[in-house]
């Protein structure tokens, strides 16, 4: 794998985390943001314990697994709370009228 490579590889995870951090009106897009943090994680977590010798083959089982469960209670919490609420907006939970 070349420099280039290596390097967006290591930035996917701060780029995600960055993602979050700027996009937080539809619990949507924060869903959305979420899962590329996993997914980036999935990607950079065996390629750092390649470097270093270590069993990767659980560590990506893992995160996978906690992935597919972030994935299907973060689907939950939304249709919960559209049905509710009516939408998904994040400012419509810090209300009263919801």
Not at 18 to 37: A, K, P, R, V, Y
């Amino acid at each position: 794998m070349n420099n280039t490579a290596l390097t967006i590889m290591c930035l996917l995870p701060i780029l995600a985390m960055t993602n979050m951090l700027f996009n937080q009106t539809h619990f949507l897009m924060t869903l959305l943001s979420l899962e590329g943090i996993t997914l980036s994680l999935v990607l950079f977590v065996p390629l750092i314990l390649m470097n270093s010798s270590a069993a990767n083959t659980a560590m990506t089982v893992i995160l996978l697994t906690f992935g597919a469960c972030e994935a299907s209670l973060g689907l939950g919490l939304m249709v919960s709370m559209s049905r509710s609420c009516g939408n998904d907006m994040l400012k419509s939970l810090t209300s009263t009228k919801c």
